[in-house]
């Protein structure tokens, strides 16, 4: 039995005040009556006490009462130990990868399984494998680091190998920091290529544009291309019930509808006819790269239909909030103050010699050299502190204009997901950082804590109760 506050047991000295009580005893002298004293000598007179111990049972309790006191505001908690001497540590493999991944390491995890090892999930409940019950291999985007961060809490102190894949999409955050007596050992699994259809859209001209995903160990890649509505030797093209779906041949996956939506782009152009003509050939460049379908239309007044894709409101005065309401995104001149300005616009660090003067609080998509913000992005609504035209700047005349208009139009960019993914970390990228056990716990024995201060509140209770009875009849006992 251990105590968390043993400094109470200096209460114990509290013992020695019964003791004296009850040795602190002084008997008066009896006297006798006699029928004549004159026979009697004068004796001296003297006077005794007698130290004894009178109550013994009563001192008992009291001492007992006392001890039980010091010992429950010590806080006792009893530390079980329990042998595990049959079991040297773990070996821990993904339930959802359990039969590639033994047949990985069949000869490591034997050999310690031989050596008295037992073998666990690598699940955040670390159930014992049943050899029994077969397991069918399954996808999983399980984070490793958070189960070894779990596994940190309940196998302090024991041996443990862990035996997993090494792809990416298992490991995801920071490296934890643990304290375990760990080896961890990963592999590449078969299926370290995988190929999927990101996104397929209809052209302006009746084609439809495809991006295939590759993923591989090293690198996630995307490929366009325009495909007739008869497929390709890659993919496999279909109509039916009015929609088109493309597929990849020699593949199981769900077949991808095909977007047949057009995407239409307002320019407001008010007093900057200038500024739209840059901004429709940008426009132009980006849509053609895009493949989607697209149509591009110019407005010098506010006959513009409502439901647009994108309107490019390219004037001083706010867009009517109507119209505002309807498009899906919405790219506005910010008002203020022009100033001139000796800076770049990034990304792309191209020169920038005009800008508007306002704080912003919405998130910043382009910056200037002082990274203040350029164009902002709130909800749906992008504001622009600058102009598109030569006199502020060459962003214009860059080669990164059309890139850059192409990345706003593309909101939903192409997906990855993590079924797909097959990137991987190199061994030592993905293990967990190791601190040392300030008081580290032998790997042959399991220790836990019980609190029994509640057993002796009991007792403390009990002997009260006995004390205060026994008192009371020995007073009753002495009053006659």
Known sequence: MQFLSPIWFLGLSALTIPLVIHLWNVKPGKTLKVGSISL???????????????????????CVL???IATFLSNPFWENH??????????????????????????????????????????KDFVKWDSTKHTLDTASNLNYWNVVKQLDKVGLGRQVYIF?????????GNKPDVGLNLTWQTYTPADSVSKWIASAAFT???????????SAPQSTSYHSKILKSDGDAVHTVRIQNGRTSISLKNSNATP??????????????????????????????ATAFNGKKTIIKQ???LTIPGNQTWLFWLSDKPAPAALAKSAKYVFAYADGKPADVNSWIDPGHIVLTKRILSKQNAQAIWTDGFGDALLTQQGGVFRFY?????????????????AMILKLLQQKHASQPNRHDRRILSNQQLQPNIIKLSTPISPSRESGQTDVSGYFWLLLMVFFAAERILNYNIKQRENG
């Not at 049959?86 to 399984?113: H, Q």
């Not at 600058?386 to 059309?402: C, I, K, Q, R, T």
């Open 40 to 62: 009697i000598t004068e004796a001296s007179k003297t006077s005794s006490r007698s130290f004894k111990l009178l109550d013994i049972l009563l001192l008992i309790l009291r």
């Open 66 to 68: 006392l001890a039980l």
């Open 82 to 123: 329990t042998s595990v001497t049959k079991s040297k540590g773990w070996v821990l493999i993904p339930r959802e990868n359990f039969r590639e991944t033994y047949a990985k390491f069949k000869p490591r995890v034997d050999s310690l399984i031989g050596k008295g090892y037992e073998v666990h999930y690598f699940n």
């Open 164 to 172: 997993t894949p090494n792809l990416q999409k298992h490991f995801k």
């Open 204 to 214: 302006n001209d009746g084609g439809i544009k495809v991006t295939d995903g590759s």
């Open 256 to 285: 991808v509808i095909v977007d047949a939506t057009t995407q239409n782009i307002a320019i407001f152009i008010d007093n900057y006819p200038l500024d739209a003509k840059y901004l429709k050939a940008a426009l132009d460049a």
């Open 299 to 301: 407005y010098s007044n």
């Open 386 to 402: 600058s102009h598109f035209n030569s006199a502020w700047g060459d962003l214009v005349w860059s080669e990164d204009f059309p």
